[in-house]
Protein backbone atom coordinates (compact mmCIF):
# COMPACT_ATOMS: atom_id res chain seq x y z
CA UNK A 1 0.00 0.00 0.00
CA UNK A 2 1.26 3.50 -0.36
CA UNK A 3 2.31 5.04 2.57
CA UNK A 4 0.63 8.41 1.58
CA UNK A 5 -2.51 7.01 1.01
CA UNK A 6 -3.13 4.87 3.88
CA UNK A 7 -5.74 5.31 6.47
CA UNK A 8 -4.55 6.87 9.61
CA UNK A 9 -5.27 5.10 13.12
CA UNK A 10 -5.17 5.76 16.87
CA UNK A 11 -4.97 2.47 19.04
CA UNK A 12 -6.25 3.44 22.66
CA UNK A 13 -5.86 1.22 25.69
CA UNK A 14 -9.08 0.48 27.40
CA UNK A 15 -10.44 -2.07 30.33
CA UNK A 16 -13.60 -0.27 31.55
CA UNK A 17 -11.87 1.36 34.31
CA UNK A 18 -11.91 5.15 35.01
CA UNK A 19 -9.10 6.53 33.47
CA UNK A 20 -9.34 4.59 30.80
CA UNK A 21 -12.23 6.55 30.22
CA UNK A 22 -10.31 9.55 30.27
CA UNK A 23 -8.22 7.53 27.07
CA UNK A 24 -11.13 6.63 25.41
CA UNK A 25 -12.12 10.20 25.32
CA UNK A 26 -8.89 11.98 24.48
CA UNK A 27 -8.66 9.27 21.76
CA UNK A 28 -11.70 9.96 20.15
CA UNK A 29 -11.39 13.75 19.74
CA UNK A 30 -7.76 13.26 18.36
CA UNK A 31 -9.37 10.83 16.00
CA UNK A 32 -11.97 13.24 15.24
CA UNK A 33 -9.63 16.07 14.57
CA UNK A 34 -6.85 13.97 12.80
CA UNK A 35 -9.41 11.63 10.33
CA UNK A 36 -7.69 8.63 11.81
CA UNK A 37 -9.33 5.42 12.38
CA UNK A 38 -9.88 4.49 16.20
CA UNK A 39 -8.88 1.03 17.52
CA UNK A 40 -9.84 0.19 20.81
CA UNK A 41 -7.68 -2.42 22.50
CA UNK A 42 -7.95 -4.43 25.68
CA UNK A 43 -5.48 -6.95 27.01
CA UNK A 44 -5.71 -9.78 29.17
CA UNK A 45 -2.81 -10.95 31.08
CA UNK A 46 -1.44 -14.51 31.51
CA UNK A 47 -3.35 -15.05 34.48
CA UNK A 48 -6.47 -15.81 33.31
CA UNK A 49 -7.20 -19.07 32.52
CA UNK A 50 -11.00 -19.47 31.23
CA UNK A 51 -11.80 -18.42 27.61
CA UNK A 52 -15.81 -18.55 28.38
CA UNK A 53 -14.50 -15.77 30.98
CA UNK A 54 -12.47 -13.62 28.71
CA UNK A 55 -14.84 -13.71 26.25
CA UNK A 56 -17.41 -12.43 28.38
CA UNK A 57 -15.15 -10.10 30.01
CA UNK A 58 -14.35 -8.63 26.42
CA UNK A 59 -17.85 -7.98 25.56
CA UNK A 60 -18.78 -6.13 28.43
CA UNK A 61 -15.62 -4.34 28.09
CA UNK A 62 -16.29 -3.62 24.22
CA UNK A 63 -19.83 -2.54 24.93
CA UNK A 64 -18.88 -0.19 27.73
CA UNK A 65 -17.11 1.62 25.02
CA UNK A 66 -19.58 1.62 22.50
CA UNK A 67 -22.14 3.52 25.41
CA UNK A 68 -18.63 5.87 26.02
CA UNK A 69 -18.53 7.25 22.82
CA UNK A 70 -22.01 5.73 20.78
CA UNK A 71 -21.41 8.66 17.97
CA UNK A 72 -17.71 7.21 16.71
CA UNK A 73 -16.90 3.88 14.82
CA UNK A 74 -14.58 1.76 16.23
CA UNK A 75 -12.62 -1.78 15.50
CA UNK A 76 -11.56 -3.89 18.90
CA UNK A 77 -8.70 -6.10 19.87
CA UNK A 78 -9.26 -8.68 22.81
CA UNK A 79 -5.63 -9.54 23.81
CA UNK A 80 -5.04 -12.68 25.60
CA UNK A 81 -1.63 -13.40 27.79
CA UNK A 82 0.12 -10.37 27.16
CA UNK A 83 0.58 -7.36 29.75
CA UNK A 84 -0.91 -4.15 28.81
CA UNK A 85 2.41 -2.50 27.78
CA UNK A 86 3.45 -5.38 25.03
CA UNK A 87 -0.08 -5.81 24.27
CA UNK A 88 -0.74 -2.28 22.90
CA UNK A 89 2.85 -2.06 21.56
CA UNK A 90 1.71 -5.09 19.36
CA UNK A 91 -1.37 -3.70 18.04
CA UNK A 92 -0.19 -0.30 16.81
CA UNK A 93 2.53 -2.46 15.14
CA UNK A 94 0.43 -5.02 13.37
CA UNK A 95 -2.26 -1.58 12.63
CA UNK A 96 0.57 0.81 11.59
CA UNK A 97 -0.92 3.10 14.16
CA UNK A 98 0.18 6.55 14.56
CA UNK A 99 -0.50 7.01 17.69
CA UNK A 100 -1.73 5.00 21.52
CA UNK A 101 -3.50 6.68 23.83
CA UNK A 102 -3.73 5.67 27.74
CA UNK A 103 -5.30 7.10 30.80
CA UNK A 104 -3.03 7.34 34.33
CA UNK A 105 -3.14 4.84 36.18
CA UNK A 106 -2.82 5.60 39.41
CA UNK A 107 -3.65 8.75 41.72
CA UNK A 108 -1.74 9.98 44.22
CA UNK A 109 -1.52 12.93 46.60
CA UNK A 110 -2.95 16.33 45.52
CA UNK A 111 -4.29 14.19 42.43
CA UNK A 112 -1.18 13.86 40.38
CA UNK A 113 -1.32 10.99 38.30
CA UNK A 114 0.91 7.68 37.86
CA UNK A 115 1.24 6.75 34.69
CA UNK A 116 3.42 4.01 36.62
CA UNK A 117 4.22 0.81 35.27
CA UNK A 118 2.15 1.08 31.93
CA UNK A 119 3.15 4.09 30.82
CA UNK A 120 6.73 3.92 31.15
CA UNK A 121 7.31 0.09 30.08
CA UNK A 122 4.51 1.30 26.72
CA UNK A 123 7.41 4.19 26.41
CA UNK A 124 10.38 1.66 25.96
CA UNK A 125 9.17 -0.21 23.05
CA UNK A 126 6.49 1.23 21.54
CA UNK A 127 6.77 2.23 17.78
CA UNK A 128 4.92 5.75 17.60
CA UNK A 129 3.98 8.50 20.00
CA UNK A 130 1.79 7.63 22.83
CA UNK A 131 -0.63 10.32 24.66
CA UNK A 132 -1.54 10.83 28.25
CA UNK A 133 -4.85 11.49 29.38
CA UNK A 134 -5.17 13.65 32.44
CA UNK A 135 -7.26 12.33 35.38
CA UNK A 136 -10.90 12.81 34.93
CA UNK A 137 -10.31 13.94 30.95
CA UNK A 138 -13.50 12.44 29.98
CA UNK A 139 -15.48 14.90 32.00
CA UNK A 140 -14.12 17.71 31.09
CA UNK A 141 -16.68 18.44 27.80
CA UNK A 142 -14.89 20.62 24.69
CA UNK A 143 -11.61 19.26 24.11
CA UNK A 144 -9.72 22.06 21.27
CA UNK A 145 -6.08 21.74 20.19
CA UNK A 146 -5.68 26.15 20.50
CA UNK A 147 -2.46 25.88 22.17
CA UNK A 148 0.30 22.95 21.91
CA UNK A 149 3.73 23.54 23.37
CA UNK A 150 6.68 21.73 23.21
CA UNK A 151 9.83 21.02 24.63
CA UNK A 152 13.01 21.52 23.16
CA UNK A 153 16.84 20.91 24.92
CA UNK A 154 18.54 20.59 21.36
CA UNK A 155 18.42 16.71 21.36
CA UNK A 156 17.48 14.63 18.74
CA UNK A 157 14.12 13.52 20.15
CA UNK A 158 13.17 16.72 21.24
CA UNK A 159 13.97 18.04 17.25
CA UNK A 160 11.49 14.88 16.69
CA UNK A 161 9.05 16.31 19.35
CA UNK A 162 9.20 19.69 17.50
CA UNK A 163 8.52 18.64 13.86
CA UNK A 164 5.20 16.57 15.05
CA UNK A 165 4.13 19.41 17.21
CA UNK A 166 4.87 22.37 14.73
CA UNK A 167 2.88 19.99 11.65
CA UNK A 168 -0.13 19.35 14.43
CA UNK A 169 -0.05 23.31 15.28
CA UNK A 170 0.33 24.61 11.44
CA UNK A 171 -2.56 22.49 10.32
CA UNK A 172 -4.83 23.17 13.19
CA UNK A 173 -4.33 26.78 13.23
CA UNK A 174 -3.16 26.67 16.56
CA UNK A 175 -0.47 28.28 18.60
CA UNK A 176 3.04 26.70 18.89
CA UNK A 177 4.47 27.55 22.02
CA UNK A 178 8.29 26.11 22.20
CA UNK A 179 9.44 25.97 25.81
CA UNK A 180 13.50 25.50 26.76
CA UNK A 181 14.16 24.79 30.45
CA UNK A 182 18.16 25.15 31.33
CA UNK A 183 19.40 23.87 34.74
CA UNK A 184 19.57 26.69 37.39
CA UNK A 185 23.65 26.97 37.64
CA UNK A 186 25.20 25.74 40.96
CA UNK A 187 25.59 28.48 43.64
CA UNK A 188 23.91 31.23 41.48
CA UNK A 189 27.17 30.93 39.43
CA UNK A 190 27.33 33.87 36.95
CA UNK A 191 29.67 32.77 34.69
CA UNK A 192 27.80 29.23 34.14
CA UNK A 193 24.32 30.93 34.53
CA UNK A 194 25.38 32.89 31.79
CA UNK A 195 26.54 30.08 29.84
CA UNK A 196 23.70 28.36 29.94
CA UNK A 197 21.41 30.70 29.16
CA UNK A 198 23.05 31.36 25.92
CA UNK A 199 22.88 27.76 25.00
CA UNK A 200 19.37 27.65 25.54
CA UNK A 201 18.46 30.77 23.63
CA UNK A 202 20.85 29.39 20.74
CA UNK A 203 18.72 25.81 21.18
CA UNK A 204 15.07 28.19 21.12
CA UNK A 205 16.81 30.47 17.80
CA UNK A 206 17.55 27.03 16.38
CA UNK A 207 14.12 25.88 16.63
CA UNK A 208 12.11 29.18 15.71
CA UNK A 209 13.77 29.80 12.59
CA UNK A 210 12.42 26.39 10.94
CA UNK A 211 9.03 28.45 10.90
CA UNK A 212 7.34 30.33 8.43
CA UNK A 213 6.18 34.08 9.57
CA UNK A 214 2.45 33.15 8.92
CA UNK A 215 2.55 30.50 12.21
CA UNK A 216 1.54 31.82 15.35
CA UNK A 217 4.92 30.79 17.29
CA UNK A 218 5.99 32.25 20.50
CA UNK A 219 9.46 31.36 22.98
CA UNK A 220 9.46 30.41 26.32
CA UNK A 221 13.11 30.43 27.93
CA UNK A 222 13.24 29.70 31.79
CA UNK A 223 15.55 27.98 34.38
CA UNK A 224 14.94 25.51 36.91
CA UNK A 225 13.79 22.06 36.89
CA UNK A 226 12.57 20.61 33.41
CA UNK A 227 9.26 18.46 34.99
CA UNK A 228 8.15 21.17 37.44
CA UNK A 229 8.16 23.70 34.47
CA UNK A 230 6.78 22.22 31.78
CA UNK A 231 4.25 21.17 34.06
CA UNK A 232 2.95 24.82 35.24
CA UNK A 233 2.98 25.13 30.95
CA UNK A 234 0.53 23.04 30.89
CA UNK A 235 -1.90 24.60 32.61
CA UNK A 236 -2.21 26.93 29.57
CA UNK A 237 -1.37 24.18 26.84
CA UNK A 238 -4.23 22.09 25.16
CA UNK A 239 -1.26 19.46 24.52
CA UNK A 240 2.23 19.09 25.51
CA UNK A 241 4.74 17.25 23.33
CA UNK A 242 7.64 16.11 24.27
CA UNK A 243 10.60 13.79 23.94
CA UNK A 244 11.95 10.74 25.78
CA UNK A 245 14.97 9.78 26.49
CA UNK A 246 16.77 12.98 25.30
CA UNK A 247 20.91 13.87 25.87
CA UNK A 248 20.59 17.26 24.60
CA UNK A 249 23.01 20.45 24.87
CA UNK A 250 21.47 21.28 28.25
CA UNK A 251 22.10 17.47 30.10
CA UNK A 252 19.60 15.12 31.08
CA UNK A 253 16.72 16.92 30.43
CA UNK A 254 14.30 14.42 29.15
CA UNK A 255 15.65 11.14 29.93
CA UNK A 256 13.57 8.36 31.22
CA UNK A 257 11.79 9.27 34.45
CA UNK A 258 11.78 12.81 33.85
CA UNK A 259 9.64 12.41 30.75
CA UNK A 260 7.54 10.22 32.80
CA UNK A 261 6.77 12.47 35.45
CA UNK A 262 5.98 15.31 33.00
CA UNK A 263 3.34 12.32 31.89
CA UNK A 264 2.73 12.41 35.91
CA UNK A 265 2.41 16.31 36.91
CA UNK A 266 1.18 18.06 33.47
CA UNK A 267 -2.62 19.16 33.86
CA UNK A 268 -3.01 18.77 29.85
CA UNK A 269 -2.68 15.90 27.69
CA UNK A 270 0.96 14.86 27.09
CA UNK A 271 1.88 13.37 23.59
CA UNK A 272 5.27 11.32 24.11
CA UNK A 273 7.53 11.18 21.27
CA UNK A 274 10.03 7.82 22.50
CA UNK A 275 13.39 7.18 20.87
CA UNK A 276 12.46 3.94 19.57
CA UNK A 277 9.55 6.07 17.38
CA UNK A 278 11.51 8.89 15.91
CA UNK A 279 12.69 6.50 12.65
CA UNK A 280 9.02 5.92 11.83
CA UNK A 281 7.21 9.16 13.25
CA UNK A 282 9.65 11.68 10.95
CA UNK A 283 7.49 10.20 8.15
CA UNK A 284 4.06 8.93 9.67
CA UNK A 285 3.87 12.28 11.81
CA UNK A 286 4.38 14.55 8.94
CA UNK A 287 1.91 12.39 7.48
CA UNK A 288 -1.14 12.06 9.47
CA UNK A 289 -0.45 16.76 10.31
CA UNK A 290 -0.41 17.09 6.53
CA UNK A 291 -3.80 15.34 6.49
CA UNK A 292 -5.76 16.86 9.17
CA UNK A 293 -7.38 19.01 6.80
CA UNK A 294 -7.29 16.63 3.69
Do not use: Y
Request: net charge negative; proline share 6%; aromatic share 4%.
Amino acid sequence: MDPGSRQHKIVVGFDGGSESRDALHLGKALAQMLNADMVIACALGPDVEFDTWAAAHFARVFEEARREVPDRDFTVRGLRDVSAPAGLSDVAAEEQADMIVIGSTHRGRLGRRFPGGVGERLLSRTPCPVAVAPSGFADHGHFGLGVIGVAVDGSMESAAALQLAGDLAQRLDARLRVITIVPASPDDDFVHRTILRDRGTEIQSVALAGFPASQQVEAALEEGQPAPGLARHGVDLDLLVIGSRGHGPLGRMLVGGVSAEVMWSAPCPVLVVPAAAIGGMALSGSRLAAEVRG
